[in-house]
């Protein structure tokens, strides 16, 4: 079965960075457009970073010139390299994998920015 694991949360200072990671399996990674999204307490999930098969990428304003999503075909893997992190950016973290209308999702990895 189709599985998205996250890692690389974790607590960070303002300003510092973080990667994440989103390891898939059970899919053909390499055709799949990879996305990032994010959802603070209260709020609802909200999509921040996207990346086409083809590595073209997209970015929500709030992030863009501070995230970076990449992603390795050969070990299926999207990453999410944040950094001039801010108390804002504190959510938990998803990685989510879409192709023909068909979507799964991880199960999310936690930041926090704060002294």
């Known amino acids: 079965q189709v599985q998205l694991v996250e890692s690389g949360g974790g607590l960070v200072q303002p300003g510092g960075s973080l990667r994440l990671s989103c390891a898939a399996s059970?899919?053909?990674?390499?055709?799949?457009?990879m996305s990032w999204y994010r959802q603070a307490p209260g709020k609802e999930r909200e999509l921040i970073a996207g990346i086409s098969s083809t590595g073209g990428t997209n970015y929500v304003d709030s992030v863009k010139g501070r995230f970076t999503i990449s992603r390795d075909n050969a070990k299926n893997t999207v990453y999410l390299q944040m950094s001039s992190l801010k108390p804002e950016d504190t959510a938990m973290y998803y990685c989510?994998?879409?192709?023909?209308?068909?979507?799964?999702w991880g199960q999310g990895t936690q930041v926090t920015v704060s002294v």
């Open positions: 989510h994998a879409l192709r023909l209308g068909y979507g799964y």
């Open positions: 059970g899919l053909s990674f390499s055709s799949y457009y």
